[in-house]
């Protein structure tokens, strides 16, 4: 294509090279295209896209994309109307890159490609490739091109570099350009700082390419109180519903301290978990199978339907957290009270007297049993009676010792006119020989069947059957040198054999 446009303006421009070149990129690379004729004073011809010709005398618009403005910088612009035209030069033949099977000479290159007014596409401001000399021959500018090769080589490779990231930060994603090579960098490069707890997926180091996501999750501390046992655990989990799934609780029919869809904050959160639970309650010889995710063994005992009464309890504390598969037994238990009346036996309390003779032993006071009184518990159980449970003791009467003198004083040893008979014979016949015996009506005592009356009067104490058989002979000697054989009227005629 040539075109010449004149204007009435002695004014000349300086050369082709101040001229302006729009750029084409659907080639692959950006090359210049046109080279309209100069801009003189800010004012000159437009171009007219329907005639493909200069116009020096139309205000049209200059098409994006087929060159530039008068002030250099693509767009839009009207071209002003005027008397100052310069003698605008011949269009130059666009400059293309070769193209397969093109000729072999520059001077030959492929038609112009024009855009229709109001493209979008964006144009570049570079050098001519020509410039004319004074002599109205042109030059190629070789070192321009090359230039223009390097810094769009440079142009790719700084480009491959760039990825396209999805970034997801607790839940939070965004798509984000970066020159990371790896995942560790690329949080370094975002501020994404990590603890001991959090979880970042790919792993920290894993290479990154363009289009790759990274989800980073902060851990959270849970205070987890799950069927009765406390734990410290951590979860990435925002929610109460995904904690309970990540740690395998099984929440279907669970009591949960607070509703699952409650967010779990950075700072934690305490919670209260109990599983449902299967529990076999027997009471009143029926068993009863629930589900339950009761906190205590009574609240079961409750939801299987059974009341508790008086002193009914059940065979594992009411208190305590029920167990999966655990039996319960209720004890229907019935309490009275017995009370009991014990004797406090006497204390013998013994006290040495010089007045007897050695081997005597006199009561000197009888002494009396106290009296103790005691409650005791009887319990029931399922009709079964207990061993008795004391609760009680009290005692009603103090006992009283029994005191018994002990004779301290030698035994002489004879008796004037009575050592010489038979007193052994004597007792044989009367007591049969026994020092302790006592007659059927219980007055006469001893081995010589002394009464207690007679036993006093001849210096003894007590009763004769409990003081000692020589004690007992002594002194029954000294009954005969009194009275004789009479006190013994069926047996005194054995003292003389």
Known sequence: ????????????????????????????????????????????????????????????????????????????????????????????????????????????????????????????????????????????????????????????????????????????????????????????????????????????????ASGDEVEVQYGRPLRLTLDGQRHEVWTTARTVKAALKQLGVRAEGAYVSTSRLRTIGREGLALDVRTERSVTVMADGRARTVRTNAATVGEVVEEAGVSL???????????????????????????????????????????????????????????????????????????????PRRVKDEVVREARDRVVKVGTKPMPTSVQGADGLNWQGLAACESGGRASAVDPSGTYGGLYQVDTQTWRSLGGSGRPQDASAAEQTQRAKRLYVRRGASPWPHCGSRLHR
């Open 309 to 387: 009464r008086g002193q009914d309890t059940t065979s594992v504390a009411p208190g305590s957290f029920p167990r999966d598969g655990q039996t319960v037994s209720v004890l229907r238990i019935t309490r009275t009270k017995e009370v009991r009346d014990e004797a406090i036996p006497v204390e013998i309390r013994r006290v040495e007297d010089p007045s007897l003779f050695e081997g005597t032993e006199v009561v000197d006071r009888a002494g009396q049993a106290g009296l103790r009184r005691i409650t005791y518990v009887l319990r029931t159980v399922n009709g079964v009676k207990q061993k």
């Open 1 to 208: 294509m040539s075109n010449s446009q004149y204007a009435r303006n002695s004014q000349y421009a300086q050369n082709v090279q101040d001229s302006q070149y729009a750029w084409e990129s659907s080639y692959g690379v950006d090359v210049p295209y046109e080279a309209y004729g100069p801009y003189v004073s800010g004012v000159g011809p437009a171009y007219d896209a329907s005639s493909g010709a200069f116009d020096p005398y139309s205000a049209e618009t200059l098409a994006y994309g087929v060159g530039l403005a008068p002030d250099g910088v693509p767009g839009e612009t009207a071209w002003a109307y005027g008397d100052t035209y310069a003698p605008a030069y011949e269009v130059l033949e666009p400059v293309l890159p070769r193209q397969a099977g093109s000729a072999a000479d520059d001077d030959e290159a492929p038609a112009p490609v024009t855009r229709a007014a109001g493209s979008r596409r964006a144009t570049r401001r570079r050098k001519p490739r020509y410039t004319e000399r004074a002599d109205g021959s042109m030059r190629r500018l070789l070192p321009q091109a090359l230039v223009v090769a390097f810094l769009a080589g440079g142009t790719s490779a700084f480009v491959a570099k760039d990825k396209a990231i999805e970034l997801s930060v607790d839940g939070q994603p965004r798509t984000l350009h970066t020159f990371a090579d790896d995942v560790t960098e690329l949080l370094a490069e975002e501020g994404v700082e990590m603890g001991a707890h959090d979880v970042v997926a790919p792993a920290p180091g894993a290479a990154l």
